[in-house]
């Protein structure tokens, strides 16, 4: 399950993570939220850049090794210590160890990835829905090695934005998206913003992931869709189908759950009032801002997809 952060990703992973035989495995791959993840990303940047063919990292390819089943093995008390010394490191020395020219790792964050663990599932888990957020420069690669069904989650940019804004998703220095950028440059022609104002940000990274995940979409006719907008009109249709779609069962007690969570919440939370989360960025962005953002998101390819139109009022 792949798409940018706050697409609906994990509402879809989640999802189909709890029908019979399946678990949900949350970012494997995540630098910024455990030790592992950051062990495996040191040096690459804010997103691996990996074709089919190319070796990867031996760290980074045990990661998913683990991801989709191969054992793990540790000591007792291992992962303990390791996401302990991980935990006290700041977003400084995170984003230190993930720069490509120069990563510098302090001394905790060194044990740490020493002693890390990859994330994993219970051995003899039947379906393996495992989420990331940081694949879209090395989904070939992915596909390539370990062959999963692949669910790409596409979203409305500036619902994307909006969300991205609201949760407060941190800019990373210069000097850990200097790859990803010039990549970015590269296949679309639009450079990152030269300011680090979080409007222009947002829709810049979010212009460089949807439209690279389209064009997956697009290159890999046996890819699923899973379309923001198509599963809040209707969850329970919409997920049924998709499930169908990918080979996992799916049963009444997951159509009542689909039910269930249509209500309130917001965050990091998985329900949601469905109905209001399409075009959600009128209410949350302002003119001027939402203006901005689509300013820069009509540059990218994904601008064919979506009406980007900002009403004088919101």
């Not at 074709?51 to 991801?67: F, I, K, N, Q, V």
């Not at 793990?72 to 490191?89: E, F, S, W």
């Not at 090395?138 to 609201?166: F, I, K, Q, Y």
């Amino acid at each position: 399950m792949v798409g940018p952060g706050r697409s609906g990703t994990s509402w879809v992973a989640a999802t189909l993570g709890s029908t019979p035989g399946a678990a949900f495995l949350l970012e494997p791959d995540n630098p910024g939220r455990f030790a592992y993840a950051l062990h495996a990303a040191v040096g690459l940047g804010s997103a691996p850049i990996l074709a089919p063919g190319d070796d990867g990292p031996p760290a980074l390819r045990r990661l998913w090794d683990a991801a989709f089943g191969a054992p793990v093995r540790y000591a007792p008390g291992q992962h303990r210590l390791a996401t302990r010394l991980y935990d006290r490191a700041g977003q400084e020395e995170r984003w230190r160890a993930q720069q490509v020219d120069d990563p510098r790792l302090s001394v905790r964050l060194r044990v740490s990835g020493a002693l890390a663990v990859p994330r994993n599932l219970p051995v003899g888990t039947r379906h393996r829905v495992v989420k990331s957020i940081r694949s879209h420069y090395m989904l070939g690669w992915l596909t390539e090695n370990w062959d999963p069904s692949v669910v790409v989650c596409l979203r409305h940019p500036l619902d994307v934005v909006a969300s991205r804004l609201e949760m407060g998703y941190p800019i990373p220095p210069r000097t850990a998206t200097r790859a990803t950028s010039a990549e970015a440059g590269h296949r679309f022609g639009v450079e990152v913003p030269p300011s680090d104002d979080p409007v222009e940000f947002a829709a810049w990274s979010v212009g460089v992931q949807l439209s690279v995940y389209d064009e997956e979409l697009a290159a890999n006719p046996e890819y699923h869709l899973a379309d923001h907008e198509a599963l809040c009109r209707d969850p329970v249709g919409g997920f049924r189908t998709l499930a169908a779609d990918v080979g996992l069962e799916w049963t009444v007690d997951d159509e009542a759950r689909i039910v269930a969570s249509n209500r309130p919440g917001s965050g990091y939370a998985l329900h949601r009032v469905a109905s209001d989360l399409p075009d959600a960025w009128r209410r949350r962005l302002s003119v001027d801002d939402a203006r901005r953002a689509a300013g820069i998101v009509s540059r990218f390819p994904i601008a064919a997809r979506y009406d980007l139109e900002v009403p004088s009022r919101q």
